[in-house]
C-alpha cells in the first residue's frame, strides 16, 4: 500500500522534490527549533538520540498513558497542512495534506509528531502537523526533540516504515518523506517503490 503512495509522489513534477520551484530557491522555511508554548523540550546530538530520551521521559513521566514524540523539518514549496484561508467572507480551514504547485498557501513549520502507547515500543501513530495552528494532542504531552537535519529525519522515517506493520503509520511515514525538502526524497521513494 505505502508504495502506491511513494509512486503518487514521484509522478509529481521533480522540481517540488528539490525543495524549490522553478523561480523559488530553498525550502519554504524551517520549522523553529525552540519548543511551541506547552511542550516539553528534550535536547541531545542527533535526531535519534533526542527521540530515544524523549521517549524514555514520556515513559518515566507518565506509567501508562500515551504521548507524543514531535520534530520540525525543513519542507518543500507547495505544501500546506492542516491550513487556514483567511477572506473577506471569515476564515475556511483544510484539515489534513494539500500539496498545489502555487505557493499562495503554504506551511512554512510543520511537524511530525509520532504517538507512543503503553507497553508499545514503537510509535502507533505518525501525524504531519502544521506548528502554526492551536492543538490540543488529544491532551497528551508532547516532548520536542526540535528542527531535524534532513537527513537524520529522513533516516528514522524510513526506520519507521521498515520496522512497521501497521499502515497507517507506513502510509504517514512515506507521505512525510514525500514533504522533505531534500534532493535524495526522488531517490527514497523510489527505492520504496521498488522495494
Do not use: C
Not at 128 to 133: E, G, K, M, P, S
Not at 155 to 181: K, N
Request: charged share 20%; net charge negative; hydrophobic share 45%.
Amino acid at each position: 500500500m505505502y508504495a502506491r503512495i511513494a509512486a503518487i509522489f514521484m509522478l509529481m513534477p521533480l522540481a517540488m522534490f528539490d525543495g524549490a520551484l522553478p523561480d523559488q530557491d530553498g525550502p519554504v522555511s524551517s520549522a523553529s527549533s525552540r519548543p511551541r508554548a506547552g511542550f516539553i523540550s528534550v535536547d541531545g546530538a542527533t535526531l535519534a538520540t533526542r527521540i530515544e530520551l524523549a521517549t524514555a521521559k514520556g515513559r518515566s513521566a507518565s506509567p501508562g498513558a500515551p504521548f507524543w514524540v514531535a520534530y520540525g523539518f525543513d519542507v518543500r514549496h507547495g505544501v500546506a497542512v492542516d491550513f487556514e484561508m483567511r477572506s473577506v467572507n471569515g476564515v475556511t480551514t483544510f484539515e489534513g495534506l494539500t500539496i498545489q504547485e502555487n505557493s499562495a498557501a503554504e506551511t512554512p513549520h510543520v511537524g511530525i509528531f509520532m504517538l507512543y502507547e503503553p507497553g508499545v515500543s514503537r510509535p502507533s501513530r505518525v501525524e504531519i502537523y502544521n506548528l502554526d495552528r492551536n492543538r490540543t494532542y488529544g491532551g497528551h504531552p508532547v516532548y520536542w526533540t526540535g528542527l531535524a537535519d534532513s537527513g537524520q529525519s529522513l533516516d528514522v522515517l524510513r526506520g519507521l516504515i521498515a520496522g512497521s506493520t501497521d499502515e497507517d503509520v507506513t502510509h504517514r511515514a512515506v507521505v512525510a518523506i514525500g514533504l522533505h525538502a531534500d534532493p535524495r526524497v526522488a531517490d527514497i521513494l523510489e527505492s520504496i517503490v521498488l522495494g
